[in-house]
């Protein structure tokens, strides 16, 4: 085997994350030399990235591909990367239009996007703690600056400083677990810390504890579980749109990925240490998410609770702990990112600087106004509420299915009656569309107009969710052999 | 076999025809007489349909018939799987014959968004046939979730003044209970898959499945629930007066009309056979309910002003008739339920009707209103009257031998439950008639209601039927008796064979149900026709 054949294939495991990385320099390189006042389609070159990493996630699909054995790209981390590029497309398709609304800066949006996506498709498929640690660091970075890209906008800067503040401080969590985890086994590679606790299971001593609960603490802050959401809803809140659905749903994605890996594989047989927290944090998160989204006005502050209480379910199946449970994971995945950028991708289309569509109130009479942009929607929150024949339903009974597997009955049943809850406040937006008498002012400000390719991607999403709800058998067959293959 | 899906063209024939119209772009007037027709023709085809599958129905037959196969989530033993019987037969015909009712019922009244009304309705009529012949408990389900969207958004956007908060309650009381059951079918289908290896969701296959007492007492409990709430039973009834009282005529048509025996249904296609020994556990508890909601409802029903709402109530009073002969589980009392499941939803379907009509021309529904319309509409009063009789089961119309036959099974079970539910009987005819002298007989008292039209052509197109129906029904009950008694049979024998203890629990006279059954099959369907039919 000759030297360069060898790197050619030590690098084959990144080559998705390679392509979206090159996107986003060409995207920052596009704007760099764009003359004052020129227009560039720099979202294309994303979209290229994007589609150049697709295609190389599935020539990789069932290789294992490794790189420099910090990285493995099995089914199961391409299946969180194909995720992953699909929220980037959907979301650059959506971003087009409110980029140019909102005035944000075009080139550093979606070079951001793109670093972004990098490191959560790194984090992906990152078997060592430090390449996990680093990965989250780049999107983390990455997402706080998107936070705070509406620069004039004071709440915006608010809500990226407070982000930043308290991500910073997980981090630093994480890094903490990093180094114990090291001082103990001597690696940071999760196969050695696998073997590790292996070794010292049960009875993992203190230290091991204290490295878990560290890293725990980690994730549970990038996957907003209960108590360490407390910056979701104002990050959400003062994010542009587009990107809040962006990183409600991306950063799960790449987060519960890693989760799974670090929680399920290496400290898999301390199982009885975590599940006690790992199950408050879920029946916590659950409860929090839908009970304060009920009282929220503001959409994109009920969504940001909707998305906590996402967090718990998938939470729940973690929990679980079994191949069941993370098949449940990826297909959850799926199901939540198509539905939530979509639903975020409604507001923002709705949404403009003269004629703000924020609150509750906003939405009455949408139904006369914009039938298809409230069916839309209408369809998007249903589907997140789990009604069938929507694919929401589907990725619940998944879910609840490997609860219950796993006699986790309590996280099950706490599951359904909070989902009944959050069907609560997803039925107020659906209300004020459909069933609240027209506003009173006499002629409401024009809606933008929908371009087409949103149009088409809003379209296309609901077909998705469809095709999901109805017929979900094959999704949910490549996403079971995904975890097969690996676990 | 080149035999037709029967079932799968009845559940696919209303959605296929409502993604037709969800296609034709909104327009005018014009378009909406479009709009209604084509809905209407498709759900008279559904009807057809229903009539269809009737024909092929082998009555001889115990189990289910005509049924289709195909795998679906197949990892999870999750199925395709529709099939009749002789119980589900019968609902899925009352289901196609009232939904052309109530979209002709609310031709003139209902006026915005002609389009997106039928399209729901119809959707809707896809989803209840669905729920009865689904034989997978995960379609089932998805029926029975799937089926709140369309009734959601009936109540809410064609109803009444309070239409939200009824629409809301609606929902979030059917989720509540329903989502509860969804971990419990979750729970069987684990544990079929810990008891044979293979996960399933199959009907047939639980019927199979031999699961302890201390389990099956949970999973009928989550089940019974979910299904009471449907009904509803009394201390679970209070979602049901708002919703059928803010819904469109058509709404409360098909609420009160179809989605009501979702839960009797489901109690007796479900939460009794698949889990017997703790439904033969909790009957009397059922049952005590049940005879609760029948005086509750009839009480509360007699002080209602508002004629919706007396409807309404007079609902959970019926729907305890039901579910006391299915607690009864023998044969007569079964029967009777699945008669007086047809019955209500005939006789409730038409009183909503016609209350619709009646609030169509003075748009309120307040009894104190009304008077003396006898000497104003004559011929729609004469058909009130008719549907009037038939729910407070005059002999000779269709009420009568559905509760005759709950009595007499209930009787033979426990005399004292069926003594308390007789006096919903003699209620039902105060609470009923007494509305009735109020509203049609006397002089006219307010000016409002003189020069009122009389039914019209399109009316008397909806009530007809419905009267027909019920004086049919009341005559010859074997026709609709005799197909359903095998299915019957192989629940209360399978409850027999469960809990044998029954006998011993139950002060009924019988030697032993397990060899009663077949005996009184025979004679309680024989001899049924006789009392009623000479009067």
């Known amino acids: ?487 | 076999m080149a035999v037709a899906p029967v079932l799968t063209i009845l559940i696919a024939l209303p959605l296929a025809a409502a993604a037709l119209l969800a296609a034709v772009p909104d327009g005018g007037g014009r378009r909406d007489a479009f709009v209604r027709r084509f809905a209407l023709g498709a759900s008279l085809a559904e009807l057809a349909a229903a009539l269809w599958a009737w024909s092929r129905f082998d009555a001889s037959q115990p189990g289910f018939q005509m049924v289709e196969r195909a795998d679906w989530i197949p990892s999870f033993g999750i199925q395709y799987a529709v099939g009749v019987d002789g119980i589900s037969l019968f609902l899925v015909v009352l289901t196609g014959f009232l939904t052309p009712l109530a979209l002709l019922g609310s031709w003139r009244s209902v006026h915005k968004k002609v389009k997106a009304f039928s399209v729901f309705m119809l959707v809707l009529e896809s989803a209840m046939v669905g729920v009865f012949l689904a034989l997978d408990m995960f379609l089932f389900y998805v029926f029975w979730d799937a089926m709140l969207i369309p009734m959601y958004f009936l109540i809410g956007v064609w109803g009444y003044e309070r239409r939200v908060y009824a629409a809301v309650k609606f929902i979030l009381f059917t989720m509540a209970g329903s989502v509860l059951m969804l971990v419990a079918i979750l729970t069987v289908a684990y544990l079929h898959s810990a008891a044979t290896g293979a996960y399933s969701f199959g009907y047939e296959a639980w019927l199979r499945l031999a699961l302890p007492k201390g389990t099956q007492v949970w999973l009928f409990l989550a089940f019974a629930v979910a299904f009471a709430i449907k009904v509803p039973l009394f201390p679970f009834h209070t979602w049901l007066p708002d919703a059928h009282v803010e819904a469109p005529t058509a709404g409360s048509v098909i609420l009160a009309g179809v989605l009501l025996k979702m839960g009797t249904y489901g109690l007796l296609r479900f939460a009794f056979p698949l889990f017997p020994q703790a439904a033969a556990e909790f009957a009397p508890a059922l049952a005590v309910l049940a005879v609760v909601g029948i005086v509750y409802g009839a009480l509360v029903a007699m002080v209602q002003p508002d004629l919706k709402k007396l409807v309404a109530y007079s609902s959970v009073s019926h729907l305890g008739f039901v579910v006391l002969g299915i607690a009864a589980m023998n044969v007569q009392g079964v029967q009777g339920a699945v008669y007086q499941m047809l019955n209500h939803g005939v006789s409730t379907g038409a009183l909503f009707l016609i209350v619709g009509m009646l609030s169509d021309r003075r748009h309120t529904r307040l009894i104190a209103e009304f008077g003396g319309l006898k000497h104003v509409m004559p011929r729609l009063v004469a058909a009130f009257f008719v549907i009037t009789l038939s729910s407070i089961g005059l002999p000779g119309l269709n009420g009568f031998v559905g509760e005759f036959l709950i009595l007499l099974g209930a009787f033979r079970w426990n005399p004292w439950l069926a003594a308390a539910a007789a006096s919903g009987v003699i209620l039902s005819a105060v609470y009923m008639l007494w509305m009735f002298q109020r509203v049609n007989y006397g002089s006219v008292t307010n000016p409002k209601n003189e020069g009122l039209p009389d039914m019209d052509r399109r009316e008397g197109w909806v009530l007809v039927p419905a009267i027909a129906m019920a004086v049919f029904m009341g005559v010859a009950p074997w026709v609709f008796l005799r197909p359903m008694t095998p299915a019957v049979e192989r629940i209360v024998s399978r409850m027999a064979e469960a809990e044998p203890a029954r006998a011993g629990t139950a002060p009924g006279r019988e030697p032993g149900p397990a060899d009663v059954p077949a005996a009184l099959a025979v004679t309680g369907v024989e001899e049924e026709p006789g009392p009623s039919g000479p009067r």
């Open chain 1, 1 to 487: 085997m000759s030297s360069v054949s060898t790197i050619g294939q030590v690098l084959n495991g990144i080559v998705p994350v390679m392509c979206v990385t090159l996107a986003g320099i060409a995207c920052m390189l596009a704007e760099a030399f764009r003359r004052r006042g020129e227009r560039m389609p720099i979202g294309g070159l994303g979209l290229i990235g994007l589609a150049g990493a697709g295609a190389s996630a599935v020539l990789l699909w069932g290789r294992r591909a490794g790189c420099l054995g910090v990285a493995e790209a099995d089914d199961f981390g391409l299946f969180v990367q194909l995720v992953l590029v699909g929220i980037g497309v959907l979301t650059i398709v959506f971003s087009s239009d409110a980029v140019e609304r909102e005035g944000l800066p075009a080139g550093e949006y979606y070079a951001l996007t793109m670093f972004a996506l990098a490191g959560m498709m790194l984090m992906a498929v990152a078997t060592d703690l430090l390449v996990i640690f680093l990965a989250l660091e780049v999107f983390s970075l990455a997402l706080y600056a998107m936070t705070g890209l509406r620069r004039r906008v004071y709440a915006s800067a608010e809500g990226a400083f407070k982000y930043f503040i308290l991500g910073g401080f997980s981090s630093a969590f994480f890094l903490y677990g990093v180094a114990f985890a090291f001082g103990l086994s001597g690696s940071t590679h999760l196969d050695r810390l696998a073997a590790h606790v292996q070794a010292h299971a049960p009875a993992g001593g203190l230290l091991l504890l204290v490295a878990m609960g560290l890293l725990l603490a980690g994730f549970a802050f990038k996957v907003a579980a209960v108590p360490f959401h407390m910056w979701t809803p104002d990050a959400y809140e003062s994010a542009p749109t587009v990107v809040t659905g962006f990183m409600s749903t991306a950063v799960k994605a790449a987060a519960f990925a890693a989760f799974i890996r670090v929680f399920l594989h290496a400290f898999g047989p301390l199982r009885a240490d975590w599940l006690p927290v790992v199950w408050v944090l879920a029946i916590c998160t659950m409860i929090l998410g839908s009970v304060v989204g009920v009282v929220q006005v503001n959409l994109k502050r009920m969504l940001a609770y909707s998305s906590i209480a996402h967090g718990g379910y998938l939470l729940v199946a973690l929990a679980s702990g079994d191949e069941v449970g993370r098949a449940a994971i990826l297909f959850y995945l799926v199901v939540y990112a198509v539905t939530n950028v979509g639903a975020f991708a409604v507001i923002a289309l709705l949404d403009s600087r003269e004629a703000p569509m924020l609150t509750l109130d906003d939405y009455r009479g949408l139904w006369h106004r914009s039938p298809f942009l409230s069916g839309m929607l209408a369809v998007f929150l249903l589907s997140l509420g789990g009604f069938p024949p929507f694919a929401g339903f589907v990725a619940k009974w998944y879910v609840f299915t490997a609860a219950v597997r796993a006699d986790q009955y309590a996280l099950a049943i706490v599951g359904v009656l909070t989902s009944v809850v959050s069907v609560f406040f997803y039925l107020r937006i659906i209300v004020m569309m459909y069933m609240a008498d027209k506003a009173a002012e006499a002629a409401p400000a024009a809606l933008p107009r929908v371009p087409k390719p949103a149009a088409a991607a809003l379209w296309l999403s609901v077909a998705a969710l469809l095709y999901l709800g109805v017929l979900p058998t094959r999704v949910v067959e490549i996403a079971a052999r995904a975890v097969a293959s690996v676990f």
